[in-house]
């Protein structure tokens, strides 16, 4: 076989394990649909919920951002849960955030023994309001996010944290959903939840991203949970046994996303302890992401590759540990091949045989052999994301009509995947440019 | 070449397959959609009817005749009558009741429970405990025995509002035992069920081979169950495991225990030195006072915490006397967390 061809069916097979294995991971999800889809008929039914729920602090970073901290504290302190703390962490803001929360809640110097376990930016004050005795303030020093999370993390007192920042608004009763896992296992070290992140505007751009999300943010996510092998969750929100976090040292500092990395790194942590451990993955919806951000579409693709493989590349020991698991093991390997440099590879994949193809190195037959299995194989998984979703979750029921969500399914692998796939790529590449520079 | 234009046909004929399975996932996906749709407003039709009528029940007599119950609505009713009974209570709840039996809710609930799918099966549930059926006693305790926690903790709960000193004595040791049903969630049934399920979990908590005493000691917490002081004592002097012991420092309530509660002040486990410090807030007399101080120099954060807590929530100690106590301390930790302490008791 000739060079040309080797490539090309190279190609072909790198598509047909990207693709086979999202229709794998939808399989394993289905395991927890049905549960899902009995959970959605009875969620109107009263639930068992006592005082004895175990406690949380929301440890919520603020930077610059005077204009909402106050109705975000103010949203924290009125969810509905039995025991929790709101701990505001403002990172080192330059205007009036510390100014907001001093004037909206009563805030007083507070002397806490404050104990440093992991290490941050110095802490130089602690505030306690007068209005709400479960609020307290952190005034630190800028380190960002990750570095305002682990110093809230220090000054938390109950044992599961979850770590937010602005733009995150939480169903009044997401907190219940995401400690469930905690009740039900005690081995469950953290409970991951999906977030509701795109605004649904009736036009085509915004149904397919809303298609792509329901692959990418729910069912992949879930397919990897029912192997206990949850490595991220794209613009979802993390609730962390606090023993748990602490042995994994914290949210990176250095990373740009401070949650990419997170259930890796306690993936990493709890395997060293060789204790049994439990990830688990909420799939009803917790809350959602606020859009609130200037950035494009492709600015955030970019951002979030730059993430993913900096998350990736800061625990790639997750790959020859001894202690790693071998889910947790697959689960990296097709996340370094797929998501990390998948979209340098699919783009490469589609150029070469469409350049090839055009200058006669490979047979015009081969090229729509290679596209029509291409975009055959990318809309039935896209199709498949919608069926599953429609018997769980129903997200999509409320948002869209079907023919349009189909049309949308469709025009997801005609265009759009590619254009998400470039931008992934160029934030691949500023990654790597940097890591250079 | 053969071969590669053969594997071409297969790639080929592989991609129009994957649309053929993609147009297939379509035409469920608009099914799914349809069906669901023509769910949703036949359940609203239904509640059109229904909800009327049960809604008047509430201030009102019994209605003079209900319609017929159709086969298809009847998981529509029981989601409703129970969202109902949940916010009722006294006549109306009575009346409800009256309405679900001549409805015929009984015998087709039964049947679901034996026969149904897990959604008509924990509906049933519910149900039939709301109505104290008695008659499905022994298929609601068929499914306490059910792998699935929600399906089992629900029957549970049935089978204590149908009869709750009957449910205690026969199932305590599987309540006990069902380490899936989380204390959290156990505890508003037993609740209203405190008199009956004090004797047989006392008994189970006086049982030295128990192998889930931690659990039982849990519970006998939430629900605020006092263990005589004999079986507090053997616990402590026999308790190998830090949860059972950690379990019994937080339900002493007894001052004569004090004595033998002290000697884990200095226990090698900080966990347990935390709640023997917080036993001492609740119960201590003013001579621990001095055994409280060295534990704020403790090496472990929570145990000088909850020892400033102690000291500071001792009603026999002015906020003076503990200002002049952490004035005089020469441990800055020490100091730091008696700080604290104070002013988290600020009035705010």
């Avoid at chain 1, 917790?286 to 990736?312: D, F, M, N, V, Y």
């Avoid at chain 1, 090229?367 to 994301?385: D, E, K, Q």
């Avoid at chain 2, 019994?62 to 159709?70: G, K, S, T």
């Avoid at chain 2, 929530?313 to 967390?337: K, T, Y």
Wanted: hydrophobic fraction near 50%.
């Amino acid at each position: 076989m000739t060079p040309a061809g080797l490539l090309f069916w190279g190609s072909a097979v790198y598509i047909a394990l990207a693709h086979g294995g999202g229709l794998l991971l939808h399989l394993a999800a289905c395991s927890g649909l049905r549960r899902a889809e009995e959970n959605c008929a009875l969620a109107e039914l009263p639930q068992l919920h006592s005082d004895l729920e175990p406690p949380i602090s929301l440890v919520l970073h603020a930077h610059e951002d005077a204009a909402r901290i106050a109705a975000c504290t103010g949203a924290l302190l009125a969810l509905h849960y039995p025991m929790l703390e709101v701990i505001v962490v403002n990172d080192g803001s330059q205007d009036r955030t510390m100014e907001a929360l001093r004037e909206a809640f009563e805030l007083l110097p507070f002397p806490e023994a404050y104990r440093i376990r992991l290490a941050t930016q110095p802490v130089t004050q602690i505030y306690r309001s007068t209005r709400h005795a479960n609020l307290r303030v952190l005034d630190k020093q800028a380190g960002g996010r990750s570095d305002a999370w682990n110093a809230g993390i220090n000054a938390a007192r109950y044992p599961l944290v979850c770590c937010i920042d602005c733009d995150t608004a939480l169903q009044p009763d997401g907190l219940h959903k995401l400690a469930l896992p905690f009740l039900a296992d005690a081995d469950t070290i953290a409970a991951a939840g999906a977030l509701n992140g795109l605004p649904h505007q009736n036009h085509l751009p915004s149904r397919v991203g809303l298609v792509t999300a329901l692959r990418t943010r729910l069912f992949a996510p879930l397919g990897w949970s029912a192997v206990n092998a949850l490595l991220l969750v794209p613009a979802g929100m993390q609730l962390l046994r606090k023993d748990a976090a602490i042995d994994a040292g914290g949210y990176d500092s250095h990373a740009a996303a401070a949650d990419a990395g997170m259930l890796m790194r306690l993936h990493d942590a709890a395997g060293a302890q060789r204790q049994p451990y439990r990830i688990a993955f909420v799939g009803d919806a917790i809350g959602k992401r606020q859009q609130l951000s200037p950035h494009t579409e492709s600015e955030r693709c970019r951002a979030w590759q730059r993430a993913l493989l900096e998350g990736a590349c800061s625990q790639r020991a997750l790959l020859w540990h001894r202690r790693t698991r071998w889910p947790v093991r697959l689960a990296f390997v097709y996340l370094l091949l797929f998501e990390c440099l998948g979209p340098l590879l699919e783009l490469a994949s589609y150029a070469w045989v469409a350049i090839a193809a055009a200058i006669g190195l490979i047979p015009a037959q081969a090229c729509l052999a290679f596209f029509t299995f291409a975009i055959g194989s990318g809309t039935l998984l896209s199709m498949s994301g919608l069926l599953l979703d429609a018997r769980s979750f129903r997200q999509m029921h409320r948002l869209a009509e079907p023919g349009r969500l189909l049309i949308a399914a469709l025009a997801e692998n005609l265009g759009y995947r590619q254009l998400h796939a470039w931008w992934r790529a160029q934030g691949l590449i500023d990654r790597l440019r940097a890591r250079r520079a | 070449m053969h071969s590669f234009h053969s594997c071409l046909q297969l790639l080929f004929w592989i991609g129009i397959a994957a649309f053929g399975a993609a147009a297939a996932a379509a035409v469920a996906f608009l099914f799914l959609q349809a069906s669901s749709k023509r769910a949703s407003q036949e359940e609203l039709l239904f509640l059109h009817a229904w909800r009327p009528l049960l809604l008047g029940s509430f201030h009102s007599a019994m209605p003079a005749a209900l319609p017929v119950l159709e086969r298809a609505h009847r998981l529509y009713f029981l989601k409703l009558w129970n969202r109902l009974m949940q916010d009722s209570e006294g006549e109306a709840a009575e009346r409800l009741i009256a309405i679900a039996y001549e409805a015929g809710c009984a015998p087709f609930c039964r049947h679901y429970l034996r026969h149904g799918d897990r959604v008509e099966r924990l509906l049933a549930t519910l149900t039939l405990g709301r109505l104290r059926d008695h008659a499905a006693w022994d298929a609601l305790v068929n499914q306490t025995m059910a792998a699935d926690p929600q399906t089992s903790l629900y029957a549970f709960q049935a089978l204590v509002r149908i009869d709750a000193e009957f449910a205690a004595q026969q199932l305590t040791p599987l309540m006990l035992a069902r380490k899936d049903w989380p204390v959290a969630q156990l505890a508003p049934i037993l609740q209203s069920a405190q008199a009956a399920f004090m004797p047989p979990m006392i008994e189970a908590a006086q049982d030295s081979r128990a192998t889930h005493m931690p659990r039982t000691l849990r519970l006998i917490e939430a629900l605020r169950f006092s263990l005589p002081q004999t079986d507090i004592r053997r616990l402590l002097d026999t308790a190998d495991d830090i949860e059972v012991l950690i379990g019994t420092l937080r339900i002493i309530n007894d001052v004569s225990l004090l004595p033998q509660a002290r000697n884990y002040l200095k226990h090698e486990n900080w966990r347990v030195r935390v709640h023997a410090a917080r036993l001492l807030g609740r119960i201590g007399e003013h001579a621990d006072v001095n055994r409280l101080i060295p534990l704020l120099a403790d090496a472990e954060w929570w145990v000088r915490y909850r020892a400033a807590q102690a000291l500071a929530g001792m009603p026999f100690m002015s906020r003076a006397e503990i200002e002049l106590l952490r004035n005089n301390l020469s441990d800055r930790f020490a100091r730091d967390m008696l700080g604290q302490v104070l002013a988290e008791r600020k009035p705010t």
